[in-house]
Structures are given as C-alpha cells and as structure tokens.
C-alpha cells in the first residue's frame, strides 16, 4: 500500500543554519503530496503542497520540490529561525482515495537561537 | 480561517468506562470528517472517515464497535472510545473538509487519552 517515510528526528539547528528534512514516498499513481506542520500545543497545519511531478511548493521560506524520478519531496529552507520549532509531518493523498492522507512519522525540529 | 476544535484537550479515565471525544468546525460546514490516532513517535494512523448523515468508514482493523463515530451535524463529529483499556491511552485528532472541497483538511488540536 501507499506510505510515507520521512528522516528520523529530532534535529536540531542553530538559527540561520539550512534545513532539509528527507521525504520520500511509495504510492501507485501519482499523489498529491503534502508537508504540514505542528507547532507545540496546536494543531497539524498545511505548510505546502505539490499535486504533480515538478511542481515545487513554497510558503514562509520553506520549499519543497515533487520528483517523481526519486519519489522525493524533501522539504528545505535557507535560514531557519527559533519559531520554525515544530514537528514537521510529510503526507501524500491518493488519486483514487476518498481524501484521506497518509503520514510519515513526524520529525521534531528544534531550533536554538 | 478554517478552525477545527476538540473538546476535551485531555481526559483520564478509568479502564472499562466509555470517553467521548468532540470535533467541530467552527467556522465553516465540513460533510467529511476524519479520526486519527497517532502513538508517541509515530505517524497519524487514519481510524475511520465519517461522512454527516452516513454511517463511518473504518479502515482495517479498527473495531466499529469500540470506537464508534457519529456525525450528526455538518459542524460536529464525535468519537466515543466505548469500555476503554490502557491499550486505547493515544492522542486522537480530527481533521474536518470542506463542503465541496477536495482538497485541504483542516486539523483540530488533538486530545490525549489516558486510560488507567
């Protein structure tokens, strides 16, 4: 069946520092393919989402790039700040299903400053 | 905004006793709600799909019986974990949809359930 496997947490960076947080996926057809995000004490929000091959999302500095080739959708940004603190979800939503998503396993980023 | 609320945020109970878990949208109407359960260190494992006015759609493995969903309304679903275990102790959360939106789901907080 479809799944999610996302790098294994927690990492954490100095502010400024790069970030990449490895996602990749196995699914038949092509999902959609998504990254939310869970601050502490709120509840999952969408970051950025791609619905097909080479299609690159983008919102607060993150970005992540669909690629069907490596089945990858690895979420990155420049310059990390102390409030991108979260647990950061990679997820993928099937053509066919009824609108579920399926998660990977989450990975808590901790940024000191 | 798109708000999705669960009552309570926490609750402990004791083993055999039933808990019910609120999900409302609460600013705008949601046909399709989902339950999810995620174990510490793990992903959101999707439980059912409920849909206002039908009944839920499990996903494999999950007991009707024992976690029985009700979405009465197009702005309130509820999950009631019936005769409890501390094999049940999660954190549940539900996302709610749209009306007519494919797309996006909109995630409550979560609640955490500790089943003594």
């Known amino acids: 069946g479809d799944s999610v496997t996302q790098m294994e947490g927690p990492v954490t960076l100095s502010e400024e520092a790069f970030l990449t947080i490895n996602c990749t996926y196995t699914?038949?057809?092509?999902?959609?393919l998504f990254w939310y995000v869970q601050y502490p004490g709120e509840g999952l929000q969408l970051l950025l989402k791609?619905?097909?091959?080479?299609d690159k999302g983008s919102n607060k500095g993150f970005e992540a790039t669909y690629r069907k080739e490596t089945t990858s959708f690895h979420l990155e940004k420049g310059s990390v700040q102390v409030s991108d603190s979260a647990v950061y979800f990679c997820?993928?939503?099937?053509?066919?299903?009824?609108?579920?998503?399926?998660f990977g396993k989450g990975t808590k980023l901790s940024v000191k400053p | 905004g798109a708000v999705v609320s669960q009552h309570p945020s926490w609750v402990i109970c004791k083993s055999g006793t039933s808990v019910k878990i609120e999900c409302r949208s609460l600013?705008?109407?949601?046909?399709?709600m989902f339950w999810y359960r995620q174990f510490p260190k793990q992903s959101l494992m999707l439980m059912a799909t409920?849909?206002?006015?039908?009944?839920?759609?499990?996903e494999q493995g999950v007991e009707k019986d024992k976690f029985l969903i009700n979405h009465a309304s197009l702005t309130l679903s509820t999950l009631t974990v019936t005769s409890a275990h501390p094999e049940d102790s999660s954190f549940y959360i539900c996302?709610?949809?749209?009306?007519?939106?494919?797309?996006?789901?909109?995630f409550g907080p979560g609640t955490r359930l500790t089943v003594l």
């Open positions: 791609a619905t097909k091959a080479d």
């Open positions: 600013d705008f109407q949601a046909t399709t």
């Open positions: 997820a993928l939503k099937g053509r066919g299903s009824q609108g579920n998503l399926i």
């Open positions: 996302s709610a949809r749209k009306t007519r939106s494919y797309n996006e789901q909109f």
């Open positions: 409920s849909n206002e006015g039908s009944k839920a759609t499990y």
């Open positions: 699914a038949t057809g092509y999902p959609s």
